[in-house]
């Protein structure tokens, strides 16, 4: 088969998007993976609010971080301190913390979870790919044990299943990991104007 039919079908757009802000994640996500990136999980002291690390690192949260503020202005550092400081106890105690750091909070996966199940932006974990839309967030524990998530694309492999855009290790890419391992999330989330 010709390579440029082959890639066709391998990643048809899907045909509708839910909305607008479906389109605005998707194409904020995708201009990640054109950025080249260190993967580098060290912690960083960071400016507050819409504090970053340096634009050459990140890891897997700070895709999702930078693909909202880019597409809507939105600061999940801020968000995410401000409810965890309201309501410490609803948060994940993994790293022995007595009170909030907006330094890392955001950065962590189980803190994004959190934080989006309090939004009510959780949807149902299916085994059917038509349930994961454009610019919904999934996340996984990789191993069982190592938390990641990414953001699902407007691409989709040939038999239907979306690709994820996120960063594993070497930097933001858009590829077909939605059933890589246990999914622990899925989430629909579009930040209301601040």
Same mark, same amino acid.
């Given at each position: ?108 996966? &189980? ?12 949807v149902p974990m299916t085994k059917n790919p038509k349930?994961?839309? &454009? ?26 299943? &979306? ?20 999914m622990t999330g899925h989430f629909r989330f579009a930040p209301k104007a601040?």
């Amino acid at each position: 088969m010709h390579r440029a039919l082959l890639t066709l079908l391998l990643f048809w757009p899907m045909s509708v998007f839910a909305d607008s802000a479906s389109v605005a994640i998707v194409e904020s996500a995708r201009e990640r993976t054109y950025a080249d990136v260190r993967y580098d999980p060290k912690y960083v002291k960071l400016s507050y609010p819409n504090g970053d690390v340096s634009p050459d690192t990140g890891v897997c949260t700070d895709v999702i971080i930078r693909t909202f503020r880019n597409a809507f202005g939105f600061d999940f550092q801020k968000a995410v301190h401000e409810d965890m400081r309201e309501n410490f106890s609803a948060y994940p105690n993994v790293w022995g913390l007595s009170r909030p750091d907006k330094n890392i909070d955001h950065r962590r996966v &189980p803190n994004l979870e959190a934080f989006l199940k309090r939004q009510g932006a959780a949807v149902p974990m299916t085994k059917n790919p038509k349930d994961y839309l &454009p610019g919904d967030i999934v996340s996984w524990r990789l191993g069982g044990r190592i938390a990641h998530i990414g953001i699902v694309s407007d691409k989709k492999t040939w038999d239907g299943t &979306p690709l994820i855009i996120h960063n594993i290790g070497g930097g933001p890419v858009e590829d077909n990991i939605l059933w890589i391992d246990k999914m622990t999330g899925h989430f629909r989330f579009a930040p209301k104007a601040e």
